[in-house]
């Protein structure tokens, strides 16, 4: 077991490091950036948290005895409308959805379409740029519509772009240098929101609640079968959180160009 004590450890990098049950005491963590990293369980006592942004999957979370988790779902469904019809108990409800992600998703590539090429590719604070994030949606249909859903063994296209947290895995592509242009990537996700489209126009609340029939073949995600509801709330998250990053990002480069 490691013992860190009265050490300056200021920049270093904790890539890949399990620290399940550590302890800190009396630990500077001031500027400290945490990418997916799994915080369940943690204690945090005696603690300063000034001007602290914490973005992510988050539930029991109490500030000084309080449950903020339900006052941050109230407040995010009032800032959002349509957020709420991201958790939908029905196949009427998965159209309603997908009716709604896809307008909202028009207005953001509009917005891209005004901005110069070059800022397309660019990043903001290490985060994924509005190209990349189109990638990755095309990537997430593919996962979990074409080959969880729809047993395509390898429907990958060359420029699918997984989570930087996946594995790599025989067959899946993940070319990080690739820089498309907006109108490639708009061809290809407009093949891949069609494809979602057709699959939640016929749904049915029986297919609903099926699984789906296992691919056998290696790659993303793993050979087993999957509950459909589960799959296509990913497809609902991804599309939607993915849309909310991208804004705020954009915001960003706007203010940067002006």
Request: hydrophobic share 40%; charged share 30%.
């Amino acid at each position: 077991m490691a013992e860190f004590t009265s050490e300056n450890l200021i920049g270093s990098l904790f890539e890949d490091v399990y620290l399940t049950s550590a302890r800190f005491r009396n630990v500077d963590l001031s500027n400290a950036r945490f990418d997916s990293v799994d915080l369940t369980g943690v204690v945090i006592r005696g603690a300063a948290l000034v001007n602290v942004d914490l973005s992510g999957e988050i539930e029991n979370l109490r500030v000084n005895g309080v449950d903020v988790v339900p006052l941050v779902e109230a407040e995010l469904n009032r800032r959002y409308p349509d957020r709420a019809k991201m958790r939908p108990a029905d196949a009427d409800g998965f159209r309603e959805a997908w009716d709604v992600l896809e307008r909202l998703w028009r207005g953001s590539v509009e917005r891209a379409q005004r901005m110069s090429p070059a800022s397309l590719h660019e990043r903001v604070e290490g985060e994924w740029s509005f190209i990349e994030t189109l990638r990755h949606l095309v990537f997430a249909t593919d996962a979990w519509v074409k080959r969880a859903i729809l047993g395509e063994p390898s429907p990958w296209d060359a420029l699918d772009l997984p989570h930087d947290e996946m594995p790599d895995e025989p067959g899946v592509p993940r070319d990080r240098g690739a820089r498309p242009s907006l109108d490639d990537v708009l061809a290809l996700r407009a093949d891949r929101m069609a494809t979602v489209g057709a699959v939640i126009t016929d749904l049915t609340d029986e297919k609903l609640a099926g699984v789906t029939e296992p691919v056998t073949e290696p790659g993303y995600p793993e050979p087993e079968s999957f509950a459909v509801r589960r799959c296509l709330e990913v497809i609902l998250n991804e599309e939607w959180e993915h849309r909310l990053y991208a804004e705020r990002d954009l915001d960003v480069l706007e203010s940067r160009s002006s």
